[in-house]
Structures are given as C-alpha cells and as structure tokens.
C-alpha cells in the first residue's frame, strides 16, 4: 500500500498508513457507549487532537444521525443495522485512505441495506475514499462500485468495469443475476 509492504504486518500498523478495515462480525464493543465506540477509532492515529476528534465525530454523524441520536447509548442496545453503521462510522474516524469493507449488508433488513448503499455512495463521492466491497450480493456490489471482481473458489473469474459486467453473459450465471 503506497510502496509499504503490509503482509504480516500488525493491524496498528497498517492503520497508521490509512488502510481501515470493517468487519462483517460488526466487532462493536457492547458495554461502551456509541461515542466512546467511535472514538476507538482514532486510537490509532498519533497525531489526532482532540478538536479533530470532535470534527471527526460531526463529520460521521452528518452520515449516520442516528448515532447521534444515540450517542450516549450503549453499543450492545442498538439494532443489528445500528451496529453496522456503528462499526463502518468508527472504520472512518481516522481519516482512512482506503476502507476494506467486508460484507456489509449481512444480515440486515432490506431497508438498511439501501439506506447503507446510499452512506457509502456519498462517502464515495464527498469523502474521495477508495472502497473494497467484498459483497457476496453480487447485483448489490455491482451497481454501487466502479470495478468489479467476480471471485469462485478463491480465483478471479471475470473483471471489469461494473457498468461491463452487469451485462456479461458470463457473470451472471455465475452470480445468478
């Protein structure tokens, strides 16, 4: 990642470089509030002052109100889709470079899937991210990315341009579209 070999390295490390990964598992911690969650996320940054944490804090509340809302909550009483807006909002408090998004839509209400899609294709465009999507919701993954790689048994299959592939005879009968 920008000329820095990061296999094997620790996960402090390679955040440090501005690489921030969001697990599908959500991983939130249940007895901390939604803010104190969030601020988890800037653990790895050095140099974060506290008025940038509070910037921060406005910046991915202006994406999830919701967690404003519930600010003061405890992370293990909000609901599955909650959790995951919390767990890709604390992903975003340190200013990351590239966002590895694992399954996000897992287990989530059809609702907070498309209320989701539209968080990150905002985050896309406003914030300049770059976003790996791993998406087992092939149709999903598709419409909401620039390039795709369509994966079976650990091999790449097809890649392209999304706006190519949805129409590829090819991926879709291997994702079913």
Not at 4 to 32: H, Q, V, W
Not at 95 to 101: H, I, R, S, W, Y
Not at 103 to 125: C, D, K, M, S
Not at 141 to 157: C, F, I, P, T
């Amino acid at each position: 990642f920008e000329e820095n070999d990061i296999r094997n390295k620790n996960p402090d490390f390679i955040a440090r470089l501005g690489i921030s990964y969001i697990p599908e598992d959500r991983r939130i911690f249940p007895n901390l509030t939604v803010k104190e969650n969030l601020l988890i996320g800037t653990k790895s940054s050095k140099i974060m002052t506290e008025s940038k944490k509070t910037e921060n804090l406005e910046r991915v509340y202006s994406y999830f109100p919701i967690l404003k809302e519930r600010q003061d909550q405890l992370g293990g009483q909000l609901s599955g889709g909650q959790q995951q807006m919390l767990t890709i909002a604390r992903g975003l408090m340190s200013n990351p470079k590239l966002v590895l998004l694992d399954e996000p839509f897992e287990g989530l209400a059809p609702v907070i899937i498309w209320e989701l899609i539209e968080t990150i294709t905002r985050l896309r465009q406003n914030e300049g991210l770059t976003i790996l999507l791993v998406e087992q919701k092939a149709a999903l993954a598709l419409k909401m990315s620039d390039r795709g790689y369509v994966l079976e048994k650990g091999l790449v299959r097809c890649e392209g341009l999304c706006s190519e592939l949805i129409n590829n005879t090819e991926v879709k009968e291997r994702c079913g579209l």
